[in-house]
């Protein structure tokens, strides 16, 4: 497999701040990544698609002035929710599928283990 | 991306195996079959995919139909640790040109339950 790792697992941010997640691709080069977010018993909802190096693509109905996405480099992409409010409280998972140093395609996405955000 | 129908919920006796369908009856001849899971509170884990052949790894063997219009996921000897939620997820290859390229999207998934 690949391993991808997120920063911080847990925040509580205060309404109106803004809160920064880090997403890093551990083993390989990630070409592309997705930040994805899941509410209490519900699935993953797909927010945004990033490709190394250029702007994000967001999935309709996703504010992306308020969340915004860089992915300047193959191992990290960052996600900030700005002007956080309660009801962006949720799970935010990132992905990502790009290549290994040797070369090799990664085709499978591979999940980061998600960070909670509380907004009180 | 074809839509996938999987039961909402399953339970399994341990050492038993895990049999988990999915019926994905409009899948293009282009798109892969792909099983992720997800335990609670943590990112989803990668499990197998395939095209049309049956596939089989460490984790898990993936059966598809000869018409591929549904799979089975087999966990052969389950134990309480693949207690999750199991994702059936119907996606265009990854070397194929399209907006949805490399893009999964997750429906609801079967509720996996392993008992003692």
């Known amino acids: 497999g690949a391993v991808v790792s997120q920063h911080p697992s847990r925040v509580i941010c205060k309404s109106g701040t803004s809160v920064k997640i880090e997403c890093r691709s551990l083993?390989?080069?990630?070409?592309?990544m997705f930040w994805y977010r899941q509410f209490p018993k519900k699935s993953l909802m797909l927010m945004a698609t990033s490709n190394e190096g250029s702007k994000a693509t967001y999935e309709q109905g996703v504010e992306k002035d308020k969340f915004l996405i860089n992915h300047a480099s193959l191992t990290l992409s960052t996600l900030t929710v700005t002007s956080a409010h309660p009801e962006d409280s949720s799970f935010y998972i990132c992905?990502?599928?790009?290549?290994?140093?040797?070369?090799?395609?990664?085709?499978?996405?591979?999940f980061g283990p998600g960070t909670r955000l509380t907004v009180t | 991306d074809a839509k996938t129908t999987q039961p909402p919920s399953m339970d399994c006796a341990e050492g038993r195996a895990a049999n988990l369908p999915c019926n994905h009856s409009?899948?293009?001849?282009?798109?892969?079959v792909y099983w992720y899971r997800q335990i609670h509170s943590q990112g989803p884990q990668y499990i197998i995919h395939?095209?049309?052949n049956n596939e089989t790894n460490e984790m898990a063997s993936l059966i598809i139909t000869e018409d591929r219009k549904s799979s089975t996921l087999i966990l052969p000897h389950a134990t309480l640790r693949d207690t999750a939620v199991y994702y059936c997820?119907?996606?265009?290859?990854?070397?194929?040109?399209?907006?949805?390229?490399?893009?999964?999207?997750f429906g609801q998934g079967t509720i996996l339950t392993v008992h003692p």
């Open positions: 395939g095209l049309k």
């Open positions: 997820i119907v996606r265009v290859a990854a070397n194929a040109g399209g907006t949805s390229y490399g893009k999964l999207t």
């Open positions: 992905s990502a599928r790009g290549q290994r140093t040797s070369g090799r395609a990664i085709y499978e996405q591979y």
């Open positions: 083993d390989f080069q990630a070409t592309t």
């Open positions: 409009t899948i293009s001849g282009n798109e892969y």
